[in-house]
């Protein structure tokens, strides 16, 4: 599997713009970018994925590298509830339907100051 | 999404006894996994879970240890058995609903074992 590299925490301020980076070096062309988010004592929830071009959804903003083998996600106004572990994963479709096997890194710890 | 209810969701057990945790799904999905958190570690892919026919097992896990069913596209449980306190985690389950959409998680099952 492909390896994604991330911060190991990143601090920002409630209702400020957060930009966490994600480094993939490696990535192959059947590789999607996935940003998954783990509040404290939840499941992990799906925040945004993306393959080549920028993302946007009601949660989150993904832009992605022109070689693709870096990722930003964005939050564009961080809020107390945003603390959180951020999992930048990448997914390999090559497989067809019988492959959906997500690889977790350790993630970025997202602080929020109020 | 995907409503997804895991039992139990914590439990203390005595090493040598076994655990089986359950996970419904509001509606059918194609894919069903679980995974282990360890403490303060990233999750970890155990297995995915196969209507009507054996789990495929990750690397490092096995089925005697990790027995898991899948009656019908809403259900599965996972097993621990012979438990020992390294098998203390969190315990969660997984599903797709279709091919190349986001993953939803239960909430997890916090498994201590003394």
């Known amino acids: 599997d492909a390896k994604t590299t991330q911060p190991n925490s990143m601090e920002s301020n409630e209702e400020e713009p957060v930009h966490l980076p994600c480094n993939h070096s490696?990535?192959?062309?059947?590789?999607?970018i996935h940003w998954y988010r783990q509040l404290p004592s939840q499941g992990p929830e799906y925040v945004i994925h993306?393959?080549?071009s920028n993302v946007n959804n009601r949660m989150a903003s993904l832009a992605i590298a022109e070689d693709r083998k870096s990722s930003t996600l964005i939050l564009h106004r961080a809020t107390l509830r945003d603390a959180a572990v951020y999992y930048c994963?990448?997914?390999?479709?090559?497989?067809?339907?019988?492959?959906?096997?997500?690889?977790f890194g350790k993630g970025t710890l997202l602080t929020v100051n109020p | 999404s995907a409503v997804i209810s895991q039992k139990p969701s914590r439990d203390i057990c005595q090493r040598g006894t076994s655990l089986t945790i359950q996970c419904q799904v509001d509606?059918?999905?194609?894919?069903m996994f679980w995974y282990r958190q360890q403490p303060g570690q990233s999750l970890t892919l155990i297995a995915t879970?196969?209507?009507?026919?054996?789990?495929?097992?990750e690397s490092g896990f096995v089925i005697d240890k990790f027995p898991i069913s899948r009656p019908n596209l809403t259900f599965s449980t996972l097993t621990v058995s012979n438990m020992s306190p390294e098998d203390s985690s969190i315990y969660l389950c997984?599903?797709?609903?279709?091919?190349?959409?986001?993953?939803?998680f239960g909430q997890g099952t916090r498994l201590t074992v003394v």
């Open positions: 997984s599903v797709v609903r279709q091919m190349n959409t986001e993953a939803f």
């Open positions: 490696t990535i192959s062309g059947t590789d999607y």
């Open positions: 993306g393959l080549t």
């Open positions: 994963i990448l997914r390999d479709v090559s497989g067809g339907g019988s492959n959906y096997k997500l690889t």
């Open positions: 509606s059918q999905v194609t894919m």
């Open positions: 879970a196969n209507q009507g026919s054996e789990a495929t097992y």
